[in-house]
């Protein structure tokens, strides 16, 4: 992934207060590398100066930018003697300002510049027809920001934060130069590119890794490559044919189903896989086979939104069987309820989740 495709990933995730610590951390370093900063300062300002549009957030302009960056830049090491943990803590809140009006950029660059975005609410499914005529379908919790200027760039690019089933189609290329004749499709996240071959396949970005289902065509995925180079294979089968150690690419045929984390530096493939043990959401239900109890939370946890606290820390480790309709909170929690005989209440915004007695 290109460090732009990095930076905007991040700066949304920073909006959206998702961000980890690891993804905030990364932020700020990229502002502390000069030479990183210049080149997305350059980027911002080719677009500024390119569209001709009023923006009316109070005290922005570009120069502001340099100028607040100029500043805390120096603020960041006025106490070098200091432990490092406290050495962060004065560059973050010293960069707070010129961040906040760099963001203001990027709002502006995200809906005026390149980006068409595509968001959904908790528990909420949108169905998307792209401008080439692909279809999406994006899944609770979830952004999808579509690059509009496409037949210009000769490329269809998506950046995913959430999860998304695509249906692609294949279009010819003008410029003759794709390997197979298509235009290229592909979707960023933080992990890696999906390289697409008119396809249907399902992506999750959540929680510092990305899954990617391929149910039916041909994707090729690369992996990030600023942080594979120590990495970890924990239960892989891909074969020397799927998997190229020198580029970092994987290519996948359909059942395949990869998970990458490029924070964990884990490289996970299963074969043989179907839609319902991947994809289940766009059939309209949530099936979880053998799953552990804690995986089961997360997963509602980022479709709805919802906290759980376990008082009995033995249940997250049960395995469980669990097929939930696609419906509100309401219904789901009732169902999980009686099903695995559990209860759950809701206190100060969080669900208590508990042993049902004389069980």
Do not use: C
Not at 166 to 175: G, N, Y
Not at 289 to 315: C, M, P, S
Not at 316 to 338: C, F, H, I
């Amino acid at each position: 992934m290109d460090k732009n495709s990095r930076v905007k990933i991040l700066f949304r995730k920073y909006l959206d207060r998702t961000a980890s610590r690891e993804e905030l951390d990364e932020m700020f370093e990229i502002f502390e590398d000069r030479n990183r900063f210049e080149s997305v300062y350059e980027l911002f300002e080719q677009e500024w100066e390119s569209k001709d549009v009023s923006f009316d957030l109070q005290g922005l302009s570009i120069e502001k930018v340099r100028e607040d960056f100029e500043k805390n830049r120096q603020r960041r090491f006025v106490d070098v003697d200091k432990k490092k943990g406290s050495n962060r803590r004065i560059w973050s809140i010293g960069i707070a300002a010129s961040i906040a009006v760099l963001l203001g950029v990027v709002i502006w660059y995200f809906n005026t510049g390149e980006g068409i975005i595509y968001e959904t609410g908790y528990g909420e499914t949108k169905e998307i027809v792209l401008e080439d005529k692909s279809t999406v379908k994006l899944n609770a919790n979830s952004r999808l920001i579509w690059n509009k200027d496409w037949q210009d760039s000769g490329i269809r690019e998506l950046v995913l934060d959430g999860e998304a089933f695509f249906d692609v189609i294949e279009i010819p290329d003008p410029t003759g130069e794709s390997s197979n004749g298509n235009m290229p499709f592909r979707v960023v996240t933080p992990d890696l590119t999906v390289n697409v071959h008119g396809t249907s396949f399902n992506v999750v970005s959540r929680r510092q890794k990305t899954d990617v289902f391929l149910e039916s065509g041909k994707v090729e995925l690369e992996l990030n490559e600023e942080k594979t180079g120590d990495k970890k294979n924990r239960d892989i089968t891909l074969s020397r044919e799927s998997l190229n150690s020198t580029s970092n690419t994987i290519v996948m045929k359909p059942g395949d189903a990869v998970t990458y984390s490029a924070t964990d530096l884990l490289l996970e493939h299963i074969q043989n896989s179907t839609t319902r043990d991947h994809a289940s959401w766009i059939e309209g239900d949530l099936a979880f086979e053998n799953e552990h109890f804690e995986t089961v939370l997360q997963r509602l946890e980022d479709i709805y939104g919802k906290q759980f606290e376990v008082k009995d820390t033995a249940l997250l480790s049960r395995r469980v069987n669990l097929g939930l309709p696609y419906e509100d909170w309401a219904t789901v929690s009732g169902l999980m309820t009686l099903t695995l005989e559990i209860d759950m209440e809701e206190v100060n915004g969080k669900i208590i989740v508990e042993r049902k007695k004389g069980n």
